[in-house]
């Protein structure tokens, strides 16, 4: 991402100004972006080379986590942010399990 | 990219991070066969010293048996030095199948596939069974090696508390939506010497419709009544669906392991399982000699119940000297000391009374729960293990955590 375009809107007065909130606003207007550049192109050149190898390929907006301890670092996307989130659970509970040798 | 100097440094950092957090392992020459009494050159370079073993994984004392490394040679000189081949193009020999036979006699089960190493076992075994419908649970103190198992494979995961059986329950209630269930547990828990509850797991495997998978590489050959594992020993044989074990420990202890159980379960690894796919056979050097060490842990329980005997004589002497230990029935027996730097430093005092231990600590322990694992042999006679306490009881005493409870060692050590 190049640019970063600052927009302003009014919130209700009833609409919480958290975290979680402005999560949800922020991924509406990058989904807003993306779709309006993306939607039915077929020019990607790895989608291109995907099909030339007889994949199937679905592409869709998705949540991502992630959690990062130390060292450690765990991704997951899921359709919605519980999804990703429980996915994102799994591979952190590896971490907590034992090491011994 | 070239292999630079700022490269070199950058990976020069990493290296002294992991000194300096005192993670770096340092490996001791053996100068003489596997065995109670070795010789041992550390640091490298110093003249070799002669010490007892405590800390090996030869719990039967078959590393070096006259008759294992007699069968051994003539499996060299029958079927030759290696085979230059995977399994499935020409690399299985008569006596693969032979020992596969004899695994699964032994093991109580319906067939068995050889891997490289039970590492290779865990890797390969659940990725080639279970797919996205499926979960699996995991106790959270299993091996290394299944936890990587398990990120290779594509179906759910989940884990419940070291052998809490309300919290396995709750998760076997809780994925009930899913295809398969498959709970995931060794059979003797490699750190604290602890035994999983099988016959409680195989309950409510019953009760939840679930699979169970054992990783019984601390248990193969010793513990049950006839040597034959956890299982056994916990009244369920024939009734765990995959038990993964090694060659390289109890076994024989050179290298190897297999997946072992239901038919159909084996023979999918036997097409699926990507580390039994790709790397090469077991060398036929190794098949030869496990086989002999078959021939002997079926025909008697002499060395089992002798390392029974064993481990009671050491544990009842390491309690009576006022050491602090994880209770349990395995040889594995560790001597809880709290303090990460406490163990280390007692490790080495014991060295140098001629007692090979090592003390483990976080991250491979919880923090906290740092200790010396001490490991039995029914190769070890009665003085090696008098000698052994004696030494306990001398360096013990050095640090005044004799009689001591864990409180009061945390109070003269920390954590």
């Given at each position: 991402m190049s640019e970063t375009c600052n927009i302003q809107v009014e919130l209700p007065?009833?609409?919480?100004?958290?975290a979680d909130n402005l999560e949800v606003l922020r991924t509406v207007f990058q989904t807003i972006i993306t779709l309006s550049r993306?939607?039915?192109?077929?020019?990607n050149p790895e989608l291109k080379a995907m099909l030339s190898d007889d994949w199937q390929v679905h592409c869709g907006l998705t949540w991502s986590a992630s959690a990062e301890r130390g060292k450690e670092f765990e991704t997951a996307t899921g359709k919605t942010k519980e999804e990703a989130l429980a996915h994102l659970r799994q591979m952190t509970c590896l971490h907590e399990m034992d090491g011994c040798p | 990219m070239a292999y630079s100097n700022e490269l070199r440094d950058s990976f020069s950092r990493e290296l002294d991070g992991i000194r300096e957090a005192g993670l770096f392992k340092e490996e001791r020459w053996i100068k003489?066969?596997?065995?109670?009494d070795i010789e041992v050159e550390f640091?490298?370079?110093a003249e070799g010293k002669k010490v007892i073993n405590?800390?090996?994984?030869n719990y039967l004392g078959l590393s070096s048996h006259p008759d294992v490394v007699e069968a051994a040679r003539i499996g060299l000189g029958t079927?030759?030095?290696?085979?230059?081949?995977?399994r499935f193009i020409?690399?299985?020999?008569?006596i693969h199948g032979h020992l596969e036979h004899r695994l699964t006699e032994f093991l109580g089960t319906e067939d068995t596939l050889l891997f490289p190493s039970c590492m290779d076992a865990n890797a390969g075994v659940f990725e080639a069974l279970l797919g996205d419908q499926d979960i699996m649970i995991a106790d959270r103190l299993v091996h290394a090696s299944i936890v990587d198992g398990m990120r290779l494979c594509k179906a759910m995961r989940d884990t419940y508390k070291h052998s809490n059986m309300e919290h396995l329950e709750e998760k076997l209630r809780d994925h009930q939506d899913k295809r398969i269930r498959l709970i995931i547990t060794d059979?003797?828990?490699?750190?604290?010497?602890d035994l999983a509850k099988l016959d409680e797991i195989v309950a409510l495997a019953e009760k939840y419709d679930a699979m169970v998978f054992v990783d019984d590489s601390h248990a193969s050959?010793?513990?049950g009544k006839t040597g034959r594992g956890t299982h056994e020993h916990c009244g369920?044989?024939?009734?765990?669906?995959i038990i993964t074990t090694t060659?390289?420990?109890?076994?024989?202890?050179a290298s190897g392991g297999c997946v072992s159980g239901r038919r159909e379960l084996v023979e999918l690894c036997r097409q699926r399982a990507r580390p039994y796919l790709f790397s090469n056979t077991v060398a036929p050097v190794i098949v030869s000699g496990a086989i002999k060490v078959l021939d002997l842990v079926s025909a008697t329980t002499e060395r089992r119940d002798k390392l029974e005997w064993n481990t009671k004589f050491w544990r009842d002497g390491l309690r009576e000297i006022g050491l602090d230990l994880k209770a349990g029935?395995?040889?594995?027996?560790p001597v809880m000391l709290y303090n990460a730097k406490l163990a280390q430093d007692m490790a080495r005092d014991l060295y140098a009374e001629g007692i090979y231990v090592v003390g483990f600590f976080f991250p491979v322990v919880a923090?906290?729960?740092a200790r010396i694992r001490t490991q039995l042999s029914a190769g070890h006679e009665r003085h090696h293990l008098e000698k052994g306490l004696e030494a306990f009881a001398k360096v013990g005493d050095k640090y005044g955590?004799?009689?001591?409870?864990k409180k009061e060692i945390k109070e003269m050590y920390g954590l």
């Open positions: 007065d009833d609409l919480e100004a958290s993306e939607c039915g192109s077929k020019s | 003489s066969p596997q065995a109670a640091p490298a370079g405590f800390c090996a994984n079927r030759g030095y290696g085979l230059s081949s995977v020409c690399g299985t020999q008569d059979g003797v828990f490699s750190m604290d010497g050959g010793f513990i369920v044989l024939g009734q765990i669906d060659l390289g420990k109890a076994l024989g202890g029935d395995s040889p594995i027996v923090k906290g729960q955590i004799l009689g001591k409870s």
